[in-house]
T-cell receptor, first 113, second 113 residues
Framework: NAGVTQTPKFQVLKTGQSMTLQCAQD?????MYWYRQDPGMGLRLIYY???????DKGEVPNGYNVSRLNKREFSLRLESAAPSQTSVYFC????????????FGSGTRLTVV | QQQVKQSPQSLIVQKGGISIINCAYE??????FPWYQQFPGKGPALLIA???DVSEKKEGRFTISFNKSAKQFSLHIMDSQPGDSATYFC????????????WGAGTKLIIKP
């Protein structure tokens, strides 16, 4: 099993450009999450999807949008990238109700110049 | 009240020693306390977790100690090895939160040979 797959692994954007980060899980998990990780800031939740068909804002949603395309896929879109969005982005999934264990992808390192 | 405070920020331990990382919380509704381990360039991975109905949980060299009255929990790594060098995150969650994890800021652990 691949677990959680994120693409791309690395990306450089110019300020104002847009892009979509892709995430897919093959564990039949109900819940999916997008985090950003910055030095000294730990993991901050951007958006999450508790189940297929629902999405909710997390701690730092400004400048991002998400789509839960189906049960497997949860994408994160930056409409107009800003240097403050330079970060490492992690997608995670969990079985949902009754089971809290998160499985993370290997991350996307994004630089906005 | 939603915060989880983790200390220390960084820790250096000699090979064979005991590594101890501490976390504290305020919200007594939290009912699940996991620890995640993250190696450079990888996503965090679940290491061990505890619920508040037990005071200690051991898996191999890793032990969680939980003090409900003090609202604190800690990770102990016995006989620390260079391969344990990683960043460790504590977290907390509660049943009514859509199973979102509230994360500590992380501890960078270095085990010296």
């Amino acid at each position: 099993n691949a677990g959680v797959t994120q693409t791309p692994k690395f990306q450089v954007l110019k300020t104002g450009q847009s892009m979509t980060l892709q995430c897919a899980q093959d564990m039949n998990h109900n819940s999916m999450y997008w985090y950003r990780q910055d030095p000294g800031m730990g993991l901050r939740l951007i958006y999450y999807s508790a189940s297929e068909g629902t999405t909710d804002k997390g701690e730092v949603p400004n400048g991002y949008n998400v789509s839960r395309l189906n049960k497997r896929e949860f994408s994160l879109r930056l409409e107009s990238a800003a240097p403050s969005q330079t970060s490492v982005y992690f997608c995670a999934s969990s079985p949902g109700r009754g089971n809290y264990g998160y499985t993370f992808g290997s991350g996307t390192r994004l630089t906005v110049v | 009240q939603q915060q989880v405070k983790q200390s220390p920020q960084s820790l250096i331990v000699q090979k064979g020693g005991i590594s101890i990382i501490n976390c504290a919380y305020e919200n007594t509704a939290f009912d699940y306390f996991p620890w995640y381990q993250q190696f450079p360039g990888k996503g965090p991975a679940l290491l061990i977790a505890i619920r508040p109905d037990v005071s200690e949980k051991k898996e191999g060299r890793f032990t969680i100690s939980f003090n409900k009255s003090a609202k604190q929990f800690s990770l102990h790594i016995m006989d620390s090895q260079p391969g344990d060098s990683a960043t460790y995150f504590c977290a907390a969650s509660m049943t009514d939160s859509n199973y979102q994890l509230i994360w500590g800021a992380g501890t960078k652990l270095i085990i010296k040979p």
